[in-house]
Each structure stands twice: as C-alpha cells, then as structure tokens.
C-alpha cells in the first residue's frame, strides 16, 4: 500500500510509523511513503499558500491552485483514493479502515490553518473523513492514525501478534479485559475461569464480558450490535 501525503508539514511524517511493528513493516517494503511539500507548488514570489477567507471570519484558508499543482505532481494512477482530513468529514470506523486498507494507492491531503478552498475538494472529488469529533491543529497527525489503522491490516505485518476478529469492533463489540504473569499482583487474582485451561467456558466468560463492557461504554455500538444479531436471526 502506498501513501501520499499532501502537506505543509513534510518534517511530521512518518513520525511513530518509522517505529515498531509500522517501522519493520516500512523496510519491509510492506507499505510506502511519499510527501508532497504543497509549498514547493506556490507560484507567487512570496510562496505564499494561503489568504484571507472571502466573505470575512478568522483564519486563512488553504488555495486551491496550489494545492491542485501538488496534487497534479501525482500522476493520476497513482493518485488512487484521494481524501481530505477532516473535522466535518465522515467518522473514521474500522469498517472504513478495513475498506481503505485494500487499496493500492491513497493520496491524503492534509489542511492547516481554518482548511482549504472548498473548490479543490469538488474539482479532485476529495472524500473527507474525521478521526473523531475533536479539532486538531492540522490534517498530519488525522493522517498518520489513518495510516496507521491502514497498516496493521496489511498482509504479512501483524503476523499472529493479532487476532483481528477478536480484537474491538471487529466483531462489533468492545473487546473483553487481558491478564498476564504474575497470576497475584498486589492481593488483586486473575479470575479463575482463565486459569482453568477449559476453553469452551473460557469463550463463553470473554463473550459475556465483551457484551458487558459494550453495554456499559458504548450504547451506541451495542444497539447495533443488537441490531445485526436480530438480523441474523431472521436469516437477513
Ligand atoms: N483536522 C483537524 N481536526 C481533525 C479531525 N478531527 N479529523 C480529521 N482531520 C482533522
């Protein structure tokens, strides 16, 4: 899977993703990275990217024709999926990072200041999406949880450190609580079902508690979850 970055800020990637299992991955080969500088693509003397919002308000807003010369940099079959990060955009799921994570080519443009002329968002088709409903300074660290949600998905750069259909949201539940050595910490068990090697009761306890902590936390997601069980239930 490759990646390219639109920005300003070249110097932000790949941050945490140069680290760890993202790091190995990266020189593996197992994903790419290509910044594109957007100021490099400004044509006035002043390389000036930005101005003042038509109509009034506070802030700078982002110009279209430079940001359209970055995109244009990018040949268009490399361009693939081409998204814009951002509060106003469509929430980020795991759903959504499933889909993303099967494409071969992504271009995120990320905004600075008060975001860009709306008009380069039509011209290029630019999906928005948000990480979350929270305003960051910028689109670089939307875009590197993005891609970072991407990555672990790809074959071969998890290995079987993870089990995706266990793991929260996968099976549209929270995931269940984790407990390691020493089976006594600080007069606090492990409880007993865990230790019993009987695996069918294990399941079924890790279930239970996937569903009571989705109940608990996120209503939202367990009304869903209700949702499709019914649905399934009626053969759907
Ligand atoms: N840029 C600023 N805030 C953001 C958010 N919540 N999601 C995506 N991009 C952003």
């Known amino acids: 899977m490759h990646f390219n970055l639109l920005t300003l800020f070249p110097e932000m990637f790949p941050a945490s993703l140069g680290q760890s299992i993202s790091g190995k991955a990266l020189d593996k080969g197992l994903w790419s990275y290509e910044c594109v500088a957007i100021r490099d693509f ?6 000036s990217v930005d101005g003042a919002p038509f109509g009034g308000g506070a802030g700078m807003v982002m110009r279209p024709d430079v940001i359209e ?23 980020l ?34 999906e928005e999406i948000s990480i979350g409903d929270y305003v960051l300074s910028g689109g670089e660290p939307a875009a590197l949880i993005v891609m970072d949600a991407c990555i672990r998905l790809l074959d071969g750069v998890m290995g079987n450190i993870s089990t995706p259909d266990e ?42 508690r996937s569903e009571e902590i989705t109940k608990k936390r996120r209503p939202d997601i367990w009304k869903e979850y209700l949702g499709e069980i019914q649905n399934s239930h009626e053969g759907n």
């Open 69 to 91: 010369s970055a995109l244009l940099s990018i040949t268009k079959e490399k361009q693939g999926r081409k998204i814009y990060m951002s509060p106003r955009g469509k929430l």
């Open 167 to 208: 793991e929260s949201f996968s099976n549209g539940l929270l995931e269940y609580p984790h407990y390691t050595k020493p089976a006594k910490w600080n007069d606090m068990t492990v409880p007993e079902i865990l230790t019993s090697g009987h695996h069918k009761n294990i399941k079924a306890w890790r279930q239970e």
């Open 42 to 47: 400004a044509a006035n003397k002043h390389k």
């Open 93 to 126: 799921t795991q759903g959504l990072v499933k889909e993303l994570s099967q494409e071969p080519e992504i271009t995120i443009l990320c905004g600075r200041y008060e975001g860009v002329d709306q008009r380069v968002l039509d011209a290029h088709e630019f």
